[in-house]
């Protein structure tokens, strides 16, 4: 329909369709947003519970009080408090104070106060119904010094050597190393790719472009052979320069398209002026791809912390080894740790968060402005 010049477009919704329509989307989102962040709050939730709790139900809330509950089924009782109670008189003092109705041990209404404390003090000393706040102290702390316990190997008493800062350590080391020779090796390969106009250098560019689309684990045994060959194999100056190889392509991809869209004029000027290539390069053209550069490695910096499999199959050593593989010490033939697991599986991702959130608003401003250039 028209009027003169005007053209009027009529929507096929009505406004209350429209704002009908855009409720339920909405709250199609925010099922989606909490759907992807219960495993989150699931970690955090059960990192406050001990071991115990988790087993037993990981959905529940943890104990913010020691009082005793009133009524406990017959299976829970004998489970979750008698078996894990070490002395035999704690074990009948606790159960004369109880009563068996059916299915259920009802606590004693006429108990005295002293016999009250004192199962408290026995639960408390057997680490059994321990509160948020002491499963807190526990948890965390003990992710933290896990590695100094004691364990036999070879009949010998050891220590375990996989402590949590030494770990923690080695993965910022790895993550900044890796990150910082990405950033340096691609760009000035980026410039040199688009600004040296040759059939090689476009070969050279497809190259790295075509490098993206091979999956990791198709190169996985001949990286760790080529390692062993180069004698860079269980030493983290060796995985950051693996890093640095698998991680070069999709960076010098990004560079690429970016640099393109800054005028060769600039350049041109200051090599009138008597500037060098170097000085070309790092005092005019890398300042101007800073958002491109902030995106890049956050990238890196989140992809590198989080890897698993490149630690695994190159760092051998206990003293070497990452976050990500440090968490198997939590895991063992007999015993699984899952309170401390899941305290250091948050003490881990803390700062990861942290530094995500601080940069996540260099991330599009980054990927669109390389997108628009050139």
């Known amino acids: ?6 053209i009027v477009k009529k929507s096929l919704l009505k406004n209350s369709q429209k704002k009908v329509f855009l409720v339920v989307f909405e709250c199609f989102l925010i099922l989606c947003a909490i759907l992807f962040l219960f495993p989150v709050f699931l970690t955090i939730f059960n990192s406050f519970k001990s071991n115990s709790e988790i087993l037993k139900d990981p959905l529940s809330f943890p104990k913010f009080s020691k009082r005793l509950p009133d009524k406990i089924k017959v299976e829970d009782l004998e489970s979750d408090l008698l078996n894990l109670i070490l002395i035999d008189d704690d074990k009948n003092f606790i159960r004369s104070k109880y009563n068996r109705v059916d299915k259920y041990y009802l ?5 005295a106060k002293e016999d009250y404390n004192r199962i408290i003090d026995i639960v408390e000393k057997n680490g059994i119904n321990k509160t948020v706040f002491q499963n807190i102290k526990d948890n965390y702390v003990g992710a933290w010094n896990y590695g100094n316990i004691p364990v036999k190997i070879d009949g010998k008493t050891k220590k375990n050597f996989v402590t949590f800062p030494q770990v923690f350590l080695n993965t910022i080391i790895i993550t900044i190393f890796s990150a910082a020779g990405i950033v340096l ?3 000035m390969a980026s410039y040199a790719l688009v600004r040296v106009k040759n059939k090689f250098s476009w070969i050279i560019f497809l190259f790295f472009t075509f490098s993206m689309v091979v999956p ?10 080529t390692a062993k060959i180069l004698g860079v194999k269980n030493s983290i100056p060796g995985i950051i320069l693996i890093y640095m190889g698998v991680g070069s392509p999709l960076a010098v991809f990004m560079y690429h398209g970016f640099i393109k869209g800054i005028p060769k004029e600039l350049e041109e000027s200051a090599a009138i002026d008597g500037a060098g290539p170097f000085t070309i390069f790092f005092k005019i053209v890398f300042p101007l791809l800073t958002p491109i550069t902030a995106t890049i490695v956050i990238l890196d910096v989140l992809w590198i912390w989080n890897d698993f499999l490149l630690p695994l199959i190159i760092l051998q050593s206990k003293e070497l080894k990452t976050i990500q593989l440090a968490q198997y010490s939590f895991f ?16 881990s991702a803390s700062p990861i968060v942290v530094f995500y959130l601080f940069m996540q608003k260099y991330i599009i401003k980054g990927i669109t402005s390389g997108a628009v250039k050139g």
Do not use: H, T
Not at 1 to 6: K, L, P
Not at 107 to 111: C, P
Not at 216 to 225: D, H, R, S, T, W
């Open 107 to 111: 606590l004693s209404k006429n108990i």
């Open 332 to 347: 063992g033939a007999y015993k699984r740790e899952y309170g401390l697991a899941l305290a250091s599986l948050v003490i």
């Open 216 to 225: 990791f684990q198709a190169i996985m045994i001949p990286l760790v052979e």
């Open 1 to 6: 329909m028209s009027e003169g010049n005007e």
């Open 185 to 187: 090796v691609s760009s």
